[in-house]
């Protein structure tokens, strides 16, 4: 039986006055990189976590930035959250948060340092592979399931990175200064809907300022926000060395102060705090606040029970004690496997299809040629913390090769080198808070290449132009990889590395029906040959079956119905970042130096809300592929679109009829706007979406009911939500830019 708040808080209370000033500064610091200090005298444990996002990490010693390298660490590889979001599809994300806690709680974790939420405000963001979408509806509907599947394994999510980590560059020192409007509208819907809906039982801080304060110890975002206004209390954890200064950390709402370097007890919250304390500069009670959120937090995820006696003389006395029958998780089970291979399958993008040059049916394909290093290349283990040991990771060319089976010849050329590694360095995290790891990545694009390795280049290039004459399929798998999908650096630009373009045309040249898959975290730039390709297909690193769910998708196994959950600008200086000069910020001035500690650069955000499609849309900006956007093998009728209104609700309803003859979904979208847009909001906005399988021939009634108090703007001056009203325009589409039936509305 779930205990009551009151017990609960008594408990917490009893176990609290037990402690001293020491034992209690002790828990709120990392004894150990990815554990939070223990009180063994009380029976009080340490916070075990780990990332990250697509699995269980591999574990590091206690103390040192290297990897224990034991064979128990391997786990389940689940696509990315850039993957995630493509399927569009809430019970996915569930299902790939439910193993991911139940393999954080199987390698006995208490906390999984995921999901990563930033909105992808700038496509060259080396993390944006690890967050979700451009849009915050999108995101917030898929972070809700996500963190309640982890949450299901008495474990608990961390979701992150509040707020305003759009870019790697700079990441400690670069202060966002969002408009009020653009905070509440852009970039916090997402944490909202984690911490309110969710019931995130976990959220990080993140190293970059907002308005001034470091995110981890921002009194505006930790306390005033999240504590006050949407009354967390929940655990809060910085971002690994992300702290500045002891009373900021100690009077904002954050809770464990985690960091990268071995000088446990000085950190902010650790000695320095305690001597803080006794000389009274800095309240105690602050201190007992972060221990409440602790041991609720131990409470949450059944790690701990608290047991309270009392003596004789009336007094009580309160230990922590172990919870016998707290979920012990498991991994790397099949079943675990199987749910991967469901998002895998449905976070494939068809971006184009022309005269029906996909599928590629097995029983018609007599051989294949597979070229490019991203179809042998697994990716599991990149990227930063989201590095991961996979159990497996099934590449394309393997995928293809398994799905075409003996009767199909599947022949491979790599057809472009890659340099070795960055990634390769070990103890990197130990320098990502010199920015020495992003420095690394600075030259990326420009390395240069051996005689050998240029000889090696031209020699890939002639295989692979000579075997792709002789082949009628081809199927070239390229995109980018963990250099620069990568954590602590951002890209230059969209451009494909390694000589890409240029292949790809003489490809196209010798084979004009070559079928392209780029595999990457974020938007490229395929303008050099996107007009020439008659089929592209998109995938970010879509986890162990990645591979396999590619080889169905082009086999026609299964009709794609992945679709964008940001959009493809054409090319970076397109996007609103660079519109308006906002990246990657501007050198402090001498005043603002004085006011910001361990800050750098600043940006003021200027595009305001308009960022991804709200941007497109409203300054015409032509896109490679808009956001929504995802072909299917059939085609879908939408028909006799419907509005009704009752109370404060709307009801839209639309038929929608499988035409086609195979089995498939589709995302029906539903965009809000004004009738006439006025000059300050968007042309139109996600508002609303259903993923619906059909049968071949197969028509279903699709409903999506929203509140009016959805249709509204934040005044920035007013501070707050003001509800939109007049003749408002409803679109259902299939993307944001395929618009199949629209209705009006006053309101
Ligand atoms: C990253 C976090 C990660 C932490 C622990 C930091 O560098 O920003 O996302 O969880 O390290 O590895």
């Not at 409440?292 to 309270?308: A, H, S, T, W």
């Not at 040629?369 to 040991?389: M, P, T």
Request: with cysteine; proline share 4%.
């Amino acid at each position: 039986m779930k205990e009551s708040k009151k017990i609960q808080n008594e408990k917490i209370e009893a176990l609290l006055k037990e402690l001293t000033l020491e034992e209690k500064c002790r828990m709120i610091h990392g004894s150990e990189f990815f554990k939070s200090g223990d009180v063994p005298r009380l029976g009080i444990p340490k916070i075990a976590t780990s990332d990250g996002p697509c699995g269980v990490r591999n574990d590091f010693y206690p103390d040192r930035w290297f990897v224990i390298g034991s064979s128990a660490d391997y786990v389940s590889y689940l696509p990315s959250n850039s993957a995630i979001a493509s399927t569009w599809n809430r019970e996915l994300a569930h299902d790939s948060g439910m193993v991911l806690g139940r393999e954080a709680r199987g390698r006995g974790k208490d906390m999984i340092l995921a999901p990563g939420i930033n909105i992808k405000r700038n496509p060259l963001c080396g993390r944006n592979f690890e967050y979700l979408s451009e849009d915050p509806y999108l995101v917030s509907e898929m972070v809700v399931p996500l963190i309640e599947g982890i949450q299901e394994n008495d474990v608990s999510a961390c979701v992150k990175h509040f707020a305003c980590n759009n870019q790697e560059f700079e990441r400690h020192s670069v202060n966002a200064e969002p408009t009020e409007r653009a905070f509440n509208e852009i970039y916090l819907p997402g944490f909202e809907a984690a911490v309110k809906k969710a019931k995130t039982r976990g959220l990080m801080g993140s190293y970059n300022l907002v308005r001034g304060e470091h995110g981890s110890e921002s009194r505006l975002l930790l306390t005033d926000i999240l504590r006050k206004k949407w009354k967390y209390d929940g655990l809060v954890v910085s971002d690994w060395t992300a702290n500045h200064d002891t009373k900021d950390a100690a009077e904002s709402g954050l809770d464990l102060e985690m960091g990268i370097t071995d000088n446990f007890d000085e950190y902010y919250l650790g000695m320095p705090l305690v001597r803080a304390i006794q000389s009274g500069e800095i309240d105690e009670e602050c201190v007992n606040e972060k221990v409440r959120n602790i041991l609720r937090f131990l409470l949450r995820v059944r790690k701990i029970d608290i047991e309270v006696s009392s003596t004789r003389g009336g007094k009580t006395t309160a230990r922590a004690v172990e919870v016998p029958d707290r979920d012990p998780g498991c991994y790397n089970g099949t079943i675990m496997h199987s749910y991967a291979r469901n998002t895998a399958d449905e976070a494939v993008v068809l971006l184009k299809n022309e005269k029906k040059r996909l599928p590629l049916k097995p029983s018609q394909t007599k051989r294949i040629l597979v070229i490019g290093d991203n179809a042998n290349r697994a990716h599991a283990n990149g990227g930063g913390s989201a590095e991961i040991k996979a159990l497996y990771e099934i590449t394309p060319l393997l995928g293809i090769a398994q799905e075409y089976g003996g009767n199909t010849e599947v022949r491979y050329a790599r057809g472009y080198y890659v340099p070795p590694k960055y990634r390769e360095r070990e103890n990197w995290q130990e320098h990502s808070i010199t920015d020495e790891w992003g420095a690394d990545f600075a030259d990326r694009d420009k390395r240069k290449l051996s005689a050998e390795q240029r000889k090696a280049t031209k020699a890939l290039k002639e295989e692979a132009l000579r075997l792709a004459a002789e082949y009628d399929d081809v199927i070239f798998v390229g995109g980018l990889d963990h250099d620069f999908d990568v954590e602590g650096a951002d890209r230059k630009n969209m451009k494909l590395p390694y000589g890409q373009d240029e292949l790809l045309n003489e490809l196209l040249d010798v084979n004009p029906n070559i079928i392209v898959v780029m595999v990457a975290g974020s938007p490229v730039d395929m303008r050099a040959w996107k007009d020439r390709a008659k089929a592209i297909v998109y995938m970010s690193y879509n986890g162990m079956e990645g591979g396999s769910a590619l080889a169905r998708v082009i086999s026609g196994e299964i009709c794609p119905s992945g679709k964008l959950a940001e959009t493809f600008p054409n090319c970076y200086e397109d996007t609103p970042v660079a519109h308006f000069g906002e990246y990657p910020g501007r050198k402090l001035t001498a005043a603002q130096k004085k006011r910001y500690k361990a800050c750098a650069y600043t940006e003021e955000y200027k595009e305001d809300i308009f960022v991804g499609y709200r941007y497109y849309e409203k300054f015409k900006v032509p896109v490679q592929f808009p956001f929504g956007h995802g072909l299917s093998y059939v085609d879908f009728r939408y028909e006799g679109m419907e509005l009704k209104k009752k109370d404060h609700t709307v009801t839209v309803s639309v038929k929608l009829t499988n035409t086609g003859i195979a089995r498939a979904s589709e995302v029906v979208q539903l965009y809000v706007g004004e009738k006439t847009p006025s000059p300050e909001n968007p042309v139109k906005e996600l508002k609303g979406f259903e993923k619906v399988e059909l049968k071949p021939g197969q028509t279903k009634t699709v409903r999506i009911k929203l509140h009016l108090k959805d249709l509204a703007h934040y005044d920035g001056e007013a501070g707050k939500w003001v509800q939109m009203h007049g003749s408002m325009e409803f679109y259902i589409g299939s993307s944001s830019a395929d618009i199949r039936c629209r209705k009006e509305l006053k309101i």
